[in-house]
């Protein structure tokens, strides 16, 4: 065999990566199930570099020096089984299978656990960036054994967004830990949607700017502190109008969002591991929510506040307050996603360095923005912050924008207008800081409905109050 790496599942991600793979000069062996997607490759691209193209798996495992490094590109679940079950018996001990769908990482460490029994390297590996991404450079997260990346890494380094000089491609940890990665990506990238998202609709429906100011104002917002791929999209989406309507492109387009699954994945495994990651959490209830058309048709006369206009003067500077709360919103997201990040590397020993997460972040992925040089910062130097929130520079950020935030909280509650996201951000944030939380109370309900005991303030061990007797209190 001659191929350094071979690609099987054509589709549009499959078949951009193979295109980048071999751009960068590594002969790359294809292949596909349906073997016309396979030949179509290679009459289109062929000349951008050295494709092997392959009719069958045998052929195609023929095809690659060894040990052999397969990539297989296609749709998470049965799909993704299917495939490794056919080149599995073709495979020889000390093979690589990388697979770099959106899989759940549950699924990763299984199939790991599985193809390690029979001496084969199994990399889950997250890609962030889409379909340019594939092409042009992603930000890759793999998975799977130290062994695997020091023979899948410099390839893949070599293909991915670079920043600075800087790949952004490490391996994140053994078995399932890049999926992990990739899945809580997601879920970040499914909050800062939503706060962005909210932040337009204040801008719309409190400050009454049009979509087209409001794209000028994202422009603006996207050469400071908020600069990121996603506050860029959303000024393009914003500015474009719908060419059979004439209206803003935005009004045009139904209003509920669809989701595939990996920010719900999220939040399931955060409940799973005990991390409150509540605004997340709310981006996935909101997209929920957007969609269930019956329930809100059937709730739109329920009555809503009076609506004082604002002053044209005000609307300014409520556009940089909410400026603010969207920045300190988002660094609870991402404090909240890091937490997760780590409860899951505790859990399972992955070991994963949290700097090095956001440093591959810069480029290539959904949520790339200059912002993330801050998280690489605060968890790169010295002891690492037990929160992003505590850490000096986003403490700082969160002194000055705090009164801000919390107007623009109060005004949407005042007006009427969701904001699920900055609140339960906001909320977050004030229950971390509060000395006493009213959770008190809630074991002294549970005491008394279910003698489930509780722990005193000032003395160790369990304690029980006799409620239905004479109250007194007896150790656990
Ligand atoms: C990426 C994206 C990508 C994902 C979508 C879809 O990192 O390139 O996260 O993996 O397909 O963003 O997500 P939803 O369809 O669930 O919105």
């Not at 340019?132 to 070599?158: D, K, N, Q, T, V």
């Not at 999209?233 to 059979?244: G, M, R, S």
Request: proline content about 4%; some cysteine; hydrophobic content about 40%.
């Amino acid at each position: 065999g001659q191929a350094q790496i071979g690609v099987t599942g054509l589709a549009v991600m499959g078949r951009n990566l193979a295109r980048n793979l071999a751009r960068h000069g590594h002969t790359v062996a294809v292949h596909n199930r349906t073997a016309s997607r396979t030949r179509e490759l290679v009459k289109e691209f062929g000349d951008e570099g050295a494709f092997v193209p392959a009719e069958s798996a045998e052929e195609f495992v023929a095809s690659l020096e060894r040990p052999r490094r397969i990539v297989v590109m296609v749709k998470a679940g049965a799909p993704t089984d299917a495939v490794i079950d056919e080149f599995v018996p073709l495979l020889e001990p000390g093979d690589m299978i990388m697979d770099g769908g959106n899989a759940h990482y549950e699924d990763t460490r299984r199939r790991e656990a599985a193809l390690r029994e029979r001496g084969l390297h199994f990399v889950g590996c997250g890609i962030s960036g889409g379909e340019e991404g594939a092409l042009h450079g992603p930000s890759i997260m793999p998975g799977g054994s130290r062994e695997s990346y020091e023979a899948l890494g410099p390839l893949l380094e070599s293909i991915a967004a670079q920043v600075d000089g800087e790949p952004c491609c490490a391996h994140i940890g053994p078995d399932g830990a890049g999926h992990f990665v990739k899945m809580v990506h997601n879920g970040i990238e499914y909050a800062d949607m939503q706060l962005i998202a909210e932040a337009y609709d204040l801008l719309r429906r409190v400050a009454g700017y049009e979509p087209a100011r409001i794209a000028e104002i994202f422009r603006g917002w996207n050469e400071g502190r908020l600069d990121s791929y996603l506050i860029e999209i959303t000024a393009q989406v914003l500015a474009h109008t719908d060419a059979d309507t004439g209206k803003p492109f935005v009004d045009v387009v139904l209003d509920q969002a669809e989701q595939k699954g990996t920010g719900r994945w999220t939040v399931q495994s955060a409940l799973d591991l005990g991390v409150p990651v509540s605004g997340i959490a709310e981006a996935v209830f909101a997209r929920g929510l957007s969609g269930h058309a019956r329930l809100r048709e059937a709730a739109r006369a329920l009555p809503g506040p009076e609506r004082p206009e604002l002053h044209p003067d005000d609307a300014a500077r409520f556009a940089d307050q909410v400026e603010q709360a969207l920045y300190a919103s988002k660094i609870v997201a991402y404090a909240q996603g890091w937490q997760l990040i780590q409860a899951g590397s505790e859990e399972y020993g992955w070991d994963i360095d949290l700097a090095s997460v956001a440093a591959i972040w810069r480029g290539g992925c959904i949520i790339r923005a200059r912002f993330l040089n801050g998280i690489r910062r605060a968890f790169g130097e010295g002891e690492a912050p037990v929160t992003l929130l505590t850490d000096e520079l986003f403490a700082d950020d969160l002194r000055s924008a705090q009164n801000a935030w919390r107007h623009v909280v109060a005004r949407a509650t005042e007006l009427g207008v969701p904001a699920p996201g900055f609140s339960a951000a906001l909320a977050y944030y004030d229950a971390l800081r509060a000395e006493r939380l009213p959770a008190a109370l809630i074991q002294g309900q549970r005491d008394f409905f279910g003698a489930h005991t509780y722990r005193r303030v000032d003395r160790e061990g369990d304690f029980h109050t006799l409620w239905g007797e004479d109250r007194s209190e007896r150790r656990g």
